[in-house]
């Protein structure tokens, strides 16, 4: 009987121990979150670094989380805000002040007329930064636009290299004029049309009449096709009539605004860019190989009571034939190279770039090669005067087979298999 009181007895005091000792193993922390205006932050999250461990701070901004001993730090966030570490070794009360992470509210961004902070704009401006640019290399700008842009309608014209994309806005506004955007670069109005009626390009061939401009089976190539896109500092897209207002009739169908790159304050910078892709085409059109086309062929003109090719005797016997869609399409290479050389001091900043593009086409004898340059510069003679200077050039070289209807592409679907 002695024995079971006293098993008893000893087990009580183990497990008073035990919840001492679990208890010596935590530690309650309690804080403040504030933002810059030291106003209380309600909401405001922290955790305990590493661990499921969190708790949200009440309207006085205030919290109180219980912790491991070994912790060392605290994760505080809150939306709208930069999350911050804090160290916690030792502490049992911290203060956390939280700052604004919407620096982007404060990018300045050209609206036509002039230029406004972000957060201050009302009207309908999407806007893509350089960054946005070097995440999908580009040959031509106007493909820089694809999926970049929230209202914006891009669609590629042709797959041939340096063809032209057109690009619409506010959608299909006219069914007889042109659907294309105004383009202002560096504050110059560009079109591709000789009555600044589209930008899409122009077929380089001539129609029935003798006149550019509606070649038959023949690509058009954009005129934005020249302009580099690695020299493209921003992107502005005006979409409503107010951010429009200021191009007249120009503007209806929506302003791209495109600013090119600075020098910046420092010394010269001499940067390289460079990259090398393939293209080839992943998929084709299922058709008869010399076998089953010499058998279709033998049942053709026995239903027709015609005599039967000599070649044709044994189907069995051939080959495969030559599948013209693989011997027109080939695995295409492109490649582009550019040096810059950007700087500014003492109120002066430049910047100058050469690149060279080469695309080939991934149909025979297509591909499209450009060499361009830029310089860009400006300087503060006066605090009320400043002057600049933009100079850009480019040369282009392309081989275009005539690839839509009656081009190659349609002949090799035409083309029968025993043709060699």
């Given at each position: 009987m002695k024995t079971i009181y006293y098993s008893m007895v000893f087990s009580i005091l183990m497990i008073c121990l035990v919840g001492q000792k679990a208890k010596a193993?935590?530690?309650?922390?309690?804080?403040?979150?504030?933002?810059?205006?030291?106003?209380?932050?309600?909401?405001?999250?922290?955790?305990?670094?590493?661990?499921?461990?969190?708790?949200?701070?009440?309207?006085?901004?205030?919290?109180?989380?219980?912790?491991?001993?070994?912790?060392?730090?605290?994760?505080?966030s809150f939306l709208g805000m930069k999350p911050v570490e804090v160290d916690v070794t030792n502490k049992t009360t911290v203060n956390v002040k939280l700052i604004s992470s919407n620096s982007d509210l404060n990018d300045v961004i050209v609206i036509g007329y002039g230029t406004q902070k972000k957060g201050d704009i009302n009207s309908s401006i999407s806007s893509i930064s350089a960054k946005d640019i070097a995440e999908?290399?580009?040959?031509?700008?106007?493909?820089?636009?694809?999926?970049?842009?929230?209202?914006?309608?891009?669609?590629?014209?042709?797959?041939?290299?340096?063809?032209?994309?057109?690009?619409?806005?506010?959608?299909?506004?006219?069914?007889?004029?042109?659907?294309?955007?105004?383009?202002?670069?560096?504050?110059?109005?560009?079109?591709?049309?000789?009555?600044?009626?589209?930008?899409?390009?122009?077929?380089?061939?001539?129609n029935n009449k003798g006149e550019i401009g509606s070649g038959n089976g023949e690509s058009t190539v954009s005129p934005l096709s020249t302009l580099n896109p690695n020299d493209i500092e921003s992107i502005q897209i005006l979409k409503d009539a107010s951010a429009t207002a200021i191009y007249g009739s120009r503007g209806s169908n929506g302003v791209i605004i495109i600013t090119t790159k600075r020098g910046k304050d420092g010394k010269g910078v001499i940067?390289?860019?460079?990259?090398?892709?393939?293209?080839?085409?992943?998929?084709?059109?299922?058709?008869?190989?010399?076998?089953?086309?010499?058998?279709?062929?033998?049942?053709?003109?026995?239903?027709?009571?015609?005599?039967?090719?000599?070649?044709?005797?044994?189907?069995?016997?051939?080959?495969?034939?030559?599948?013209?869609?693989?011997?027109?399409?080939?695995?295409?290479?492109?490649?582009?190279?550019?040096?810059?050389?950007?700087?500014?001091?003492?109120?002066?900043?430049?910047?100058?770039?050469?690149?060279?593009?080469?695309?080939?086409?991934?149909?025979?004898?297509?591909?499209?090669?450009?060499?361009?340059?830029?310089?860009?510069v400006n300087g503060q003679v006066r605090d009320w005067f400043k002057t600049g200077i933009s100079v850009a050039g480019s040369r282009s070289f392309e081989r275009r087979g005539i690839s839509d209807n009656g081009g190659i592409v349609t002949g090799a679907l035409l083309s029968s298999p025993d043709r060699a």
């Open positions: 193993q935590n530690r309650v922390i309690n804080g403040k979150v504030v933002d810059q205006t030291n106003s209380p932050l309600l909401g405001a999250s922290v955790k305990a670094k590493g661990l499921n461990t969190a708790t949200v701070t009440n309207a006085e901004g205030q919290f109180t989380i219980t912790v491991p001993s070994a912790t060392t730090k605290l994760i505080v999908i290399p580009q040959v031509s700008v106007d493909q820089l636009l694809q999926g970049k842009a929230p209202g914006v309608y891009v669609s590629q014209n042709s797959g041939a290299p340096g063809s032209n994309t057109s690009v619409q806005i506010r959608g299909v506004t006219s069914l007889s004029g042109a659907n294309d955007p105004l383009y202002v670069i560096d504050g110059v109005a560009i079109s591709g049309d000789p009555n600044n009626k589209s930008t899409s390009g122009r077929s380089a061939v001539l940067n390289y860019e460079g990259y090398y892709g393939i293209r080839q085409q992943n998929r084709f059109l299922d058709m008869m190989n010399l076998k089953q086309y010499a058998v279709y062929q033998n049942a053709l003109a026995d239903a027709f009571g015609s005599q039967r090719r000599p070649e044709f005797a044994n189907p069995q016997f051939l080959s495969d034939g030559t599948n013209w869609q693989r011997e027109v399409f080939k695995t295409a290479g492109q490649q582009n190279h550019q040096v810059s050389l950007s700087g500014a001091k003492d109120g002066t900043d430049y910047y100058l770039s050469g690149n060279y593009t080469d695309q080939e086409g991934t149909i025979l004898g297509s591909n499209y090669n450009r060499y361009s340059f830029r310089t860009n």
